[in-house]
């Protein structure tokens, strides 16, 4: 009997580019792909009880069997603007990541500040309660600016180091400007090469009287886009926690579904549907295993 999924496919050609490349660089890579997803009814509520039958993939037309649905579970960096101009802002900051990290689950979270020398306070070994207490202990620094971009590229380095197939980069900036000094290449490489989806959620009401910032929300709300992530314009500081409440619900919604391929075979014109009566799918990524 043949399929029709047409009215449920989501194309993920255009989400690819991250990821193909590596697929490319060594024809022997596994025999299976994974493809990052959400599953949505008809009312946008997300549907996580699905399963390796409610699925069909194909790949430039071919059929593929799938194996296995999860939960996605992938590490997350979480970067904070301690910056001279978030001193307002900290507070509330610091009580929305605590926020989110009750949100998202255990699963491997780093923690990094952007402000005067972009630093990580913690690494994804770090269990939960340590990551918890190195948050309570930040604060921001006397006087320095924010080096968002230059705090992205350590976190892209560090999310590299771990060989994960799919990643998220989240920044809160107090003022959604950027001072970083590093040519902005050479910083937005790492940051790409990480493969990490970006977030970043800016407050425009401190934008007006900050200074040393140079980098405007476009370029920034650029890159964000390229990663397949989002740029969140907030207008006060309350509104970082609703800001990471929309994020937790998309990322413990995510679907990690692994399925069979040929040998070196190429992701070319990835479909993805389910057998789901008015079921939506919206297609985030593929990697190969």
């Known amino acids: 009997m043949r399929l029709e999924v047409s009215p449920l496919v989501l194309t993920l ?14 024809p022997q890579t596994g025999a299976s792909r994974i493809a990052l997803a959400t599953v949505s009814d008809p009312r946008n509520r997300p549907l996580m009880d699905v399963g390796p039958d409610d699925f069909v993939i194909e790949e430039a037309g071919a059929a593929r069997e799938v194996l296995f ?3 996605a579970d992938y590490p997350i960096v979480v970067l904070l603007d301690n910056g001279t101009e978030a001193r307002a802002d900290f507070p509330p900051m610091r009580k929305a990541v605590a926020h989110f990290l009750d949100r998202i689950g255990l699963r491997p979270v780093a923690l990094g500040t952007f402000g ?3 630093t ?31 705090g992205a590229a350590l976190a892209g380095e560090t999310i590299k180091r771990t060989g994960s197939l799919f990643s998220t980069i989240i920044i809160l900036s107090a003022t959604g400007l950027d001072g970083s000094r590093d040519a902005p290449e050479e910083m937005i490489a790492p940051i790409v090469d990480s493969g990490a989806i970006l977030h970043i959620i800016a407050n425009r009401s401190v934008q007006a009287s900050a200074g040393g910032g140079s980098r405007p929300g476009g370029a920034l709300r650029a890159l964000a886009e390229q990663t397949r992530g989002q740029y969140t314009t907030i207008y006060s500081s309350a509104s970082y926690q609703a800001a990471l409440e929309r994020l937790a619900d998309r990322l413990t919604s995510e679907l990690m579904i692994e399925y069979m391929v040929p040998v070196g075979s190429k992701p070319n014109d990835v479909k993805v549907g389910v057998r789901l009566a ?12």
């Not at 050609?13 to 060594?26: F, I, M, R």
């Not at 799918?281 to 593929?286: C, F």
Request: charged share 20%; glycine share 8%.
């Open 120 to 150: 990580m306070v913690t690494t994804f070994e770090d269990d939960r309660r340590t990551v918890t207490v190195r948050l309570g202990e930040l604060d921001t620094a006397t006087s320095a600016g924010s080096l968002l971009l230059q």
């Open 13 to 26: 050609a255009a989400t690819l580019a991250l990821h193909a490349a590596s697929d490319t660089a060594d």
């Open 278 to 289: 008015g079921a939506r799918v919206r297609g985030l990524g593929v990697a190969p295993k």
């Open 69 to 71: 649905v999860r939960p």
């Open 116 to 118: 005067n020398v972009p």
